[in-house]
Nanobody, 126 residues
């Protein structure tokens, strides 16, 4: 099991940008697919984006497609989420998560992921 630590959250105005990072330790990073989820107050934790171990395949929620970009640097054990054109609806705690590459579960599903970070707060003001 890999340990994950997110960073980069903060307060921005609508239309602004943030870049989140998640650093992994305790596992072989390239053996994991990585995902980002978010949870707003009173809401379920929802899928945001995911990236396969090679970085060649990515997935995005419709709500963030075209605005957010997920990437990974296996040499640095890091996955990033570049968030542009942020809106108040993006306000949430953002979590990174790791799933073993051989897991057959959907990368959109929370249940697929074995390891989770502690979360980082993103707040977007109007």
């Amino acid at each position: 099991q890999v340990q994950l630590v997110e960073s980069g959250g903060g307060l921005v105005q609508a239309g602004g940008s943030l870049r989140l990072s998640c650093v992994a330790s305790g596992g072989t990073f390239s053996n994991y697919d990585l995902g980002w989820f978010r949870q707003a107050p009173g809401k379920e934790r929802e899928f945001v984006a995911a990236i396969r171990w090679s970085g060649g395949i990515t997935y995005y929620a419709d709500s963030v497609k075209g605005r957010f970009t997920i990437s990974r640097d296996n040499a640095k054990n890091t996955v990033r989420l570049q968030m542009n054109s942020l809106q108040p609806e993006d306000t949430a705690v953002y979590y990174c998560a790791a799933a073993l590459i051989y897991s057959s579960g959907s990368r959109y599903s929370r249940a697929t992921y074995d390891s989770w970070g502690q979360g980082t707060q993103v707040t977007v003001s109007s």
